[in-house]
């Protein structure tokens, strides 16, 4: 790749933070790393999946798929490459694993939890079936591999409402995010689908800061404003969006809309600077939150992940929670697919 075509990829993108705004002199430094793993990556029979919050010069210079936790998904186990190097979060890299257990699956990340997966254990998940004896158990894919193992299903952002409608049990715990929990009853309700919910307590700690005040405050000064938002935000900020999904159906969406409609997007940098790179005619207001997970992918560290992987950056489960947490989430693709 020549620091030109970068540059033009990545100078649309900007975020008001100096981690998301490019200059020629920066990608030329890019590039050399870039062009690094893209060598290495084809010698070592790597495959480079990327979620959308990670940094745009790994989305536009090394992914080869870039994506919502369910795509991604979906690559990691179809890929034939022999190993995945999976810059995302560490529940993401176990996905993988699980889904794909013959390849070897690298997360680069320096820091690599999410607050949404770090709210609840596999022990906790037991004691909770103890006391819901009648419920099934629900758990959002931002969860640990051994939560999985004790959920009957798994969910993402994009398929929340239709898995939940699917499952053949009136009684159901939700876990673990608690707003998103709210948002889907909301949905429900709105389908006119009956479920007795029971949520737990964890939130995503990006999301949740946005304020519906301030939201309200962006719809009243921008004249036609669409506001696009993650279904882990608060509910009375889910209520007064436009359009609220997974990361990849906000794309989506945002793709379709009117050149001219002001943006409001509520949700991770990664995904505000994708979206000003290909989209880079529309008028994004406001400002987007970070990741610290995610962000601590980096091309430095895919490069070392790649040359000479640490121990601690393999994905190892134990078979008999591998196995269980493969029906959770095969029952994802039973009842979403
Ligand atoms: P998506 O599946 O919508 O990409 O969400 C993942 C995530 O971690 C959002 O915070
Ligand atoms: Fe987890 Fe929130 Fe980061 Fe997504 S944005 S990985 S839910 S902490």
Do not use: W
């Amino acid at each position: 790749m020549q620091p030109q075509e970068l540059y033009s990829k990545l100078r649309s993108v900007r975020n008001g933070t100096v981690l998301c705004q490019y200059s020629m002199e920066n990608c030329e430094k890019l590039t050399v790393l870039i062009n690094e793993i893209n060598e290495l990556k084809k010698e070592k029979d790597a495959v480079i999946l990327a979620h959308s919050y990670v940094a745009p010069e790994i989305t536009f210079g090394v992914a080869d798929y870039s994506g919502d936790s369910y795509q991604l998904s979906k690559n990691a186990m179809e890929t034939p490459a022999q190993t995945i190097i999976f810059a995302a979060v560490e529940f993401m890299g176990e996905t993988a694993k699980i889904l794909n257990p013959g390849k070897r699956v690298l997360v680069p990340g320096a820091n690599l939890g999410c607050s949404l997966a770090e709210s609840i254990t596999g022990q906790q998940v037991k004691k909770l079936r103890e006391q819901y004896k009648e419920h099934s158990f629900a758990c959002y894919i931002n969860t640990t591999a051994e939560v999985k193992a004790q959920c009957d299903v798994c969910v993402t952002s994009s398929n929340v409402v239709k898995i939940i409608s699917k499952i053949p049990n009136d009684k159901i715990v939700f876990l673990p995010d608690k707003l998103m929990g709210e948002n889907l009853k909301t949905e429900l309700e709105k389908a006119g689908v009956k479920k007795e919910l029971v949520l737990h307590t964890g939130t995503c700690y990006v999301h949740e800061q946005y304020d519906p005040d301030l939201v309200k405050y962006f719809r009243m000064q921008n004249e036609g404003l669409r506001i696009v938002s993650h279904p882990e935000c608060h509910p009375d900020v889910a209520k007064q969006s436009d359009f609220v999904g997974s990361t990849s159906q906000m794309l989506d969406y945002v793709s379709k809309l009117p050149e001219e409609a002001p943006i409001l997007l509520l949700t991770e940098c990664g995904l505000s600077a994708r979206l000003q790179a290909e989209f880079p005619n529309r008028q994004f207001i406001g400002s987007c939150s970070l990741c610290k997970y995610m962000k601590s992918n980096s091309l430095e560290n895919i490069l070392q992940t790649l040359k000479e992987p640490l121990k601690a950056k393999e994905i190892k489960l134990d078979p008999l929670v591998l196995n269980a947490a493969k029906l959770c989430i095969e029952n994802m693709f039973k009842y979403g697919g």
